[in-house]
């Protein structure tokens, strides 16, 4: 009944928005940019986060835009290199970007200065620095959902609360050898010490085309738990060679870089059981993706592949944009046209408890807290989908933000 | 035409050796400086940071990995780790108290220290066992700043450049980054091509050519090997500091990857293998070509002209760029710099045919 009413009103204000279209198309545009990496090391996520995004704006446009304000986008690729991220930076910033999502750690980090002088929105979501969740040091940076240190707290608050207890168990963490693998260690060294459970980590050289000489050693430490903390090919790899030494597909737990393509790659039933960190909803169940569904990706709009709608990588984007819309909305009514970085920004610090839909847990965030609280569950492949096999929560959130605080009170003395 | 030298006539050794003694030579780099200089008021911000200066930071860098590439023959395939070296030590040296003119000195000298030891395994292997030798020095150091944190900067491995000043101007200030800049590249490049007239380069020159006999004439290989790499490597330091805090900004381990190593290889080879103007447009090419592609393809996109999924749109440059490389190194395998260099010869001594080479 609930569901119905909502649609109802749904249909409702969409009609009072189209009937208003012509009108409110009069206002000035929000301009976005998401500057990418489509060609070099990203692209196993970039093509369906950037579709993800780009269908979710295309569906604010066609219900009239944020307040009769349409968004416009534009979309560079940037390889991944951090002198052409800073041009194509440089260009969206002139022509009046007031967001930019590089989707790239090294160009991210590269650009925290500039958007912070600036004061141009620039999303992390998954990607860049940790410590950018503190708001006061950061207050540019959104990294919007849950960062690697939430992660991989939650992961072991998993197994502490579903797998019978964490404590004087073995647990391993396979990791790339890069800044991105070893970032969740401090974190997870210091939960040992207060779980007490024993923690080893295994590194595999980048980018993890070859790793059985890492799982070997894996497999004579005995791990009742194994996390792989990797990206892209590398993480097919790293579950193959897990099953060959001898570990149970439900002992693997990832980081939530692991999406279908991936269990695909591996052999979708071999690979059962699998679990990982998962920040939104996969699928197309959430009211966001139908109304995706009906009014983007069937009218021919979409921005890619029709395959691609409802993918792990794919509903990130959605989620980001749904985030960032709200925030914008917030702000519009807050503060008023023209919107500014500065005021999209505030925006987003006074999104409270916002789910898009039910496609992410409910997440709030403020002027200290630019991660929304750092929610998340764990999903287990099912040999066709991910199914949820916890609750959305958060976990250790204390140890996290001290972490946090004390990286970003380095990047302050450092400036 | 225009390389006019009838009626030129040197009656002083010093005008007979200047760098440039033919007038049009000297005209056109005198115009191109003074252009050089006014390129903050005459290009937008955009141009000025986003192309400009990375353009003449990165040449910088060419030229630096030319006096050893070009010059003394010893290929490098780890000069990024160089200037990786040269970019974490100045930050390092600032963050301790010290001035920046002085931390640029450190990152130099740091940079030759460690790029001499590696150089020194150019003693005993020549060509490709060289490029095998430099290699291992880029994932030792790239493996050496992942590592300790105490150098990359904590678990985000991300360290910003400090706020610092430059002979007393702010260094935060896009102008004032570009002529630091500016002036850097200026001062390698007179460094390389006077370096060509010297008896050092000429030693260098003869190791290049066949090392045994550079040693039947009188030369010690050795002293002119390792002074080859500590020289270049010194500039190839100073020019990773400048490219940290007049570009970057912030350093993270992947913008001194092998990839930017092979850049920069790139850069020395597609411009002209030893020759100044060769590291100019070899790293316009390299650097700026993608970009320019990128631009251009989404502008084409925009109006309609092209339509086709992101994906491949944001292949099409990469596939362009690969076909000019090919189709410029087909045209004149000697680079960039040889085919100003035809024009120019053409020119020299127009109407006349007989000094083409």
Known sequence: ?415 | MFYRLSGIHHTRYESASQLWPIPADRWQVYALLALALAAPLLVSDLYLTSYLLPWLIMTSAALSLTLLMGIAGQLHFGFAAVMAIGAYTSIHLVRFGLPFELALLGAGLMAALIGGVFGAAALRVKGLYLVMATLAMQYLVDWIIVNVPAISGGAQATLQTPRTTFLFLPLHKDEVRYYVALLWVVLVTLLILNIKRTSFGRALVAVRDKDFAAAVIGINIVRYKLMAFFTSSFLGGVTGAVLAYCFYQAVTPEQFSFNVSIQIVAMVLVGGLGSVLGAYLGAAFVLLVPIVLTNAVAYLAGLGLLSASTNLLAHIPLMVYGGLIIGFLLFEPLGLAKIYDNLRKYFLVWPFRHARS
């Open chain 1, 1 to 415: 009944m609930k569901r119905t009413l909502k649609k109802a009103a749904m249909t409702a204000a969409l009609a009072v928005l189209v009937g208003a279209a012509p009108v409110q198309a009069q206002k000035e545009p929000i301009k976005f940019g998401l500057l990418q990496d489509f060609t070099a090391v990203y692209t196993f996520v970039t093509s369906g986060y950037n579709q993800g995004q780009r269908d979710y704006l295309t569906l604010v446009n066609e219900m009239g835009g944020i307040d009769g304000h349409p968004i416009e986008v534009t979309v560079v690729d940037t390889g991944n290199q951090p002198q052409r991220g800073i041009e194509a930076y440089n260009r969206v910033r002139r022509d009046g970007a007031i967001l930019v999502d590089f989707l790239s750690t090294p160009v991210a980090n590269a650009m925290v200065n500039r958007v912070l002088e600036d004061e141009v929105v620039m999303l992390t979501v998954m990607h860049g620095r940790g410590d950018a969740s503190d708001g006061e040091t950061f207050p540019f940076v959104f990294p919007l959902m849950a960062h690697y240190w939430s992660q991989a707290a939650l992961l072991v608050e998993y197994i502490d609360l579903y797998e019978g207890g964490i404590e004087g168990k073995k647990i391993a963490h396979v990791h790339i050898d890069s800044p991105f693998g070893r970032e969740p260690i401090p974190v997870l060294q210091e939960l040992a010490k207060q779980k007490g459970f024993t923690l080893r980590t295994f590194p595999y050289a980048s980018p993890g085309n070859e790793q059985s000489a890492t799982w070997t050693e894996v497999r004579r430490f005995r791990p009742d738990h194994v996390f792989i903390w990797g990206a892209g090919g590398g993480q097919a790899v790293s579950v193959r060679e897990a099953i060959r030494n001898g570990i149970s597909p439900d002992k693997i737990l990832s980081v939530v870089w692991l999406a279908e393509s991936d269990m695909h790659n591996v052999g979708a039933d071999i690979a059962k059981g699998v679990k990982r960190f998962e920040a939104t909803v996969t699928g197309t169940d959430t009211p966001i993706l139908q109304e995706i569904m009906e009014k983007v990706v069937k009218a021919g709009k979409s921005a890619g592949d029709a395959k691609e709608v409802g993918n792990t990588y794919y509903n990130i984007g959605v989620a980001s944009m749904a985030i960032t819309v709200e925030g914008a909305r917030l702000a519009l009514k807050e503060f008023g046209a023209p919107l500014t970085g500065d005021k999209l920004r505030r925006g987003i610090e006074m999104i409270k408890d916002f789910d898009a839909q039910g496609l992410i847990p409910p997440v709030s965030y403020s002027s200290k807290d630019h991660q929304g609280g750092g929610f998340g569950r764990v999903s287990q492949w099912n040999g066709k989908s991910w199914e949820p096999v916890s609750d959305w929560h958060n976990a250790y959130q204390d140890l996290v933000w001290e972490k946090i605080r004390q990286e970003a009170a380095e990047f302050k003395k450092g400036r």
